[in-house]
Each structure stands twice: as structure tokens, then as C-alpha cells.
């Protein structure tokens, strides 16, 4: 099959380059790139043009929209068999349109969704956002890790739809809330095949600091809200846990009852020293299982205060 790999990017040149030299070195060769930039006043369009003699590259302009609407846009301007969707700042490991030439025929997917890692040479904060993002302790291993790939939501980081998913189902409904997470289940509802491919990992070259990283999981706290405006049942149990974690952590500080403060201390600190060792163990860093530990605490907090701060905002607004 030819993959159309389609790439919304806004004001972000050097990561569209370092992500054209991974689609450079790819071993799998039929496929086109198509990157649209969202009304970037920092364009990519040279650094596209420049791979032009090895990359059967496509480059668009349009007024900002949204990541959304701009994946759409080069979804309808694509001409491959399979659509690839990409965020700007991942980086490809050789052999992963490779991996999906082979999982998608031998599965018999509409759509897809894959993980991310962190690279050996990231830095040791970005190692640890991965780790708070992925890790059994936090997430509980969902993003990426489930015994049942047909329950995974696809990420618009990497993320996949055949042409007849888009044209059946119409691509992104919002343009930036969610809106991932939105489309993955109205694909499975609309009777599509869409999982997990464990095998078709990206490199997530996250450009946060603690402040964004906080700001990131405010915002995916209330965009799981957003979703359920579209599909009232997609708010889980499991969503609620960070919620349940920042309420825990509260009533642990303040000391709210004499006869569980010590208790409470107790799981907070067994939590916290797992986190620590697993982090180092991971990463074979001391430092980023610290750091790994600090972004566990901000990524399961901020999520829990966004939920809750869209929760009570759906309640007054509707």
C-alpha cells in the first residue's frame, strides 16, 4: 500500500527537519509526505523543500484552525492508500512504516494507533515525561500497553486511517480537544477495526518544561470532558483515578483525620519510592527517576484538576 504521512505543524521548523531525516532513512519506500502548516508565522516550507530530491514531499498553507482541521486538510489534499498522522516533533524508528506495512494487512485494520518512547540521547527531563506518561504507576500502562489492542484510543501523535475510514467517517470534528480520542471511538462505533500496534512506536521528542508539562495535562484533563459531549460514555472509572489521586494527596497534606494520616503517609511515600526505583531502573538514571517522580506528581494532579475543574464547567454550561 502507499502511506500518505500526514503532518500538521505551527511554528516548529527544526522539528519537521529532524522528522523528515527519520522519514528519510525509512526501509519501507511508497509512501508520500504531506505537511500542512496551521498559519505558522515561523515557517517550514524551505526546510520541506529542501528534502524534495529524496522525500516525495507535499507542502500546504492554511489560516490557523487547529491540529484537527489541518490533519483533514491534508487527509482530503493526500493521495496515498493509508493515511499515517504524525505530530511534528516525533522522530521515526527505520523500520516503522515497515512494521505497518506488515500488521496492517495481516490484522485487517481500518485504523490504527501506536505509542511512543523516549530515545537514548533525549534529555533526562523529556525521558521523564515519558515514563510519567506511559508507566504502569501512573496511567496504568494504558497509553500503549493493553492486553487487548482493540481497546486502544489512537493518539494524534501516531495515529492511522485507511481512505474509506476518512471518507465514511469524515476525519477530526474539533479542531484541538480531544479531538483524537473523539474520532477513535466514532471509528469504532461506525464498525471500523481500529488497534493497538505495540510494534509501531515513535520517538516523542516532547519540548516542555515542567510549567507547559503542567499546562499539557490540565488541558488533556478537560479534553476527556470535551469528548464525552460527543460520546457521554466516554468518561471511565480509570479517567477518575488522577482525580482520586489529587484528592488523596490533598487530604494527605492537610491531615484531615488523626486515625488515617499515617496510613495515608504510608501509600503516598510506597508510591513515590516505586516511582523512584522503576524510573532509575528505566532509565538507569538516579536524576530522571527523581524528575520521573516529580512529573508523575504533576502529570496525575494536573490531569485530576482539569477533569474536574471541565466537570463542574459542563455542569453550569452543559
Known amino acids: 500500500m502507499k502511506f500518505s504521512v500526514i503532518i500538521p505543524v505551527y511554528n516548529r521548523p527544526q522539528e519537521i527537519r529532524e522528522l523528515l531525516e527519520s522519514l528519510q532513512n525509512q526501509s519501507y519506500s511508497d509512501f508520500e509526505v504531506v505537511i500542512v502548516e ?72 481500518d485504523a490504527y494507533g501506536g505509542p511512543d518512547a523516549a530515545k537514548e540521547e533525549f534529555t533526562a527531563l523529556q525521558k521523564a515525561m515519558d515514563f510519567a506518561m506511559t508507566s504502569f504507576w501512573t496511567t496504568g500502562g494504558i497509553r500503549g500497553k493493553l492486553k487487548d489492542p482493540s481497546k486502544y484510543q489512537a493518539r494524534g501523535f501516531n495515529m492511522g486511517v485507511s481512505r474509506k475510514v476518512f471518507d465514511s467517517t469524515g476525519g477530526f470534528v474539533d479542531p484541538n480537544r480531544g479531538e483524537d480520542i473523539e474520532w477513535s471511538i466514532r471509528i469504532k462505533k461506525a464498525g471500523f477495526k481500529l488497534e493497538l500496534i505495540e510494534d509501531a512506536f515513535v520517538y516523542h521528542k516532547r519540548k516542555n518544561t515542567l510549567l507547559s508539562f503542567t499546562k499539557q495535562a490540565f488541558s488533556f484533563g478537560r479534553n476527556r470532558v470535551n469528548v464525552s459531549r460527543f460520546h457521554p460514555g466516554a468518561i471511565k472509572l480509570v479517567h477518575l483515578f488522577p482525580s482520586l489521586f489529587l484528592l488523596f494527596l490533598f487530604m494527605t497534606l492537610i491531615g484531615w483525620h488523626p486515625l488515617t494520616i499515617q496510613l495515608q503517609r504510608g501509600l503516598i511515600c510506597l508510591w513515590a519510592f516505586l516511582i523512584l526505583v522503576s524510573g532509575s531502573l528505566q532509565t538507569k538514571s538516579l536524576l530522571t527517576g527523581f524528575l520521573a517522580l516529580v512529573c508523575s506528581v504533576i502529570q496525575l494532579s494536573a490531569y485530576g484538576k482539569g477533569l474536574i475543574y471541565e466537570l463542574v464547567l459542563k455542569q453550569f454550561k452543559g
Open 38 to 109: 496551521d498559519g505558522s508565522y515561523i515557517k517550514s516550507e524551505e526546510i520541506a523543500a529542501s528534502f524534495s530530491s529524496d522525500l516525495e514531499v507535499r507542502y500546504f498553507y492554511q489560516e490557523n484552525l487547529g491540529q484537527g482541521f489541518a490533519r483533514n486538510f491534508g487527509m482530503k489534499n493526500a493521495s496515498g492508500d493509508f493515511f499515517v498522522i504524525l505530530d511534528s516533533d516525533v522522530i521515526l524508528p527505520p523500520n516503522f512504516l515497515q512494521v505497518l506495512s506488515e500488521e496492517i494487512p495481516k490484522r485487517k485494520l
